[in-house]
């Protein structure tokens, strides 16, 4: 601790000698408590200073780790914020008044063949078939070459004929044939939440958009995990004849 003498002229001088004392008292034990008697600060000794170099890694790793948690936190609040806003958006796309079909939906409608219905059954002997998928569950579409993924949300029988309807990626309800049907997952999506999507063309109440984007939302994860798992098998099945193939023309190979 320092000061200036010139402030202390405006007291006595028994005063100014008490402060003094006082001020180099607080000096010495703040300052030389440790030190020897030489006044010189000790150089560490190798423990010392192993110990010193550990608690500064300590301290930087702690550091280190505040600032990266910091940053992920950040950054899950961002794409949170931003989750939420695409989803906002989606919703918004789904209830828009008479809303258009897509250029998917017209072509799959245009290319409908007409079929042959069940003769002599009644609509409920030919809802009661228990061959074909049931609601909830994911389907896979294919007219011609086109393939299209959805879920099953219900069945409608027209007169004697059987009419399905999907809920695709686009959010829209497609009514199809079930011959159109080239593969099915069952019990892809809970009943409860397939209960409440309306079926009809007409306007989308906010409960009907909203399990829509839950439907949605499993169709893109299922498209995603397939995405994985086709760019880690496609290219050890593509190899699998050349690898397995005889090297004799005339004869048969065998693998076991």
């Given amino acids: 601790m320092k000061t200036r003498t010139s402030r202390l002229k405006c007291f ?22 440790n030190l020897p008697q030489s006044g010189k600060r000790p150089i ?4 010392e200073t192993q110990k010193l170099l550990e608690q500064g890694k300590e301290l930087v790793d702690a550091t280190v780790e505040k600032r990266k948690r910091h940053a992920a936190t950040s950054w899950e609040k961002g794409a949170l914020q931003q989750r939420k806003a695409m989803e906002d958006a989606q919703q918004r796309y789904l209830q828009r008044p008479l809303a258009p079909k897509s250029q998917e939906r017209l072509g799959f ?3 409908a063949i007409e079929e042959v219905g069940f003769e002599g059954l009644s609509p409920s002997m030919v809802l009661q078939d228990s061959t074909r998928p049931r609601p909830g569950a994911f389907v896979e579409l294919r007219r011609n070459a086109a393939v ?3 879920v099953l ?9 059987v009419k399905i309807n999907a809920l695709t990626q686009r959010g829209e309800i497609w009514s199809h044939n079930p011959d159109d049907i080239l593969i099915s997952i069952p019990n892809f999506i809970p009943l409860h939440l397939i209960n409440r ?8 109440s906010e409960e009907d958009a909203l399990a829509r984007l839950k439907v949605i939302k499993e169709l893109n994860d299922l498209e995603e995990t397939i995405t994985k798992l086709e760019k880690r098998y496609v290219p050890v099945v593509s190899e699998l004849y050349r690898r ?5 023309p005339t004869e048969w190979s065998r693998t076991s």
């Fill in 153 to 161: 949300i219900s069945e409608s029988a027209k007169g004697n004929l």
């Fill in 12 to 33: 006595p001088t028994c005063q100014q000698s008490r402060i003094s004392t006082v001020f180099t008292r607080c000096y010495a034990s703040t300052t030389f408590k």
């Fill in 197 to 204: 999507i309306n079926t009809t063309d007409g306007e989308v």
């Fill in 109 to 111: 409608e245009a290319s």
């Fill in 44 to 47: 560490p000794g190798g423990e």
């Fill in 244 to 248: 397995t193939i005889s090297q004799n």
């Fill in 148 to 150: 299209f993924h959805g």
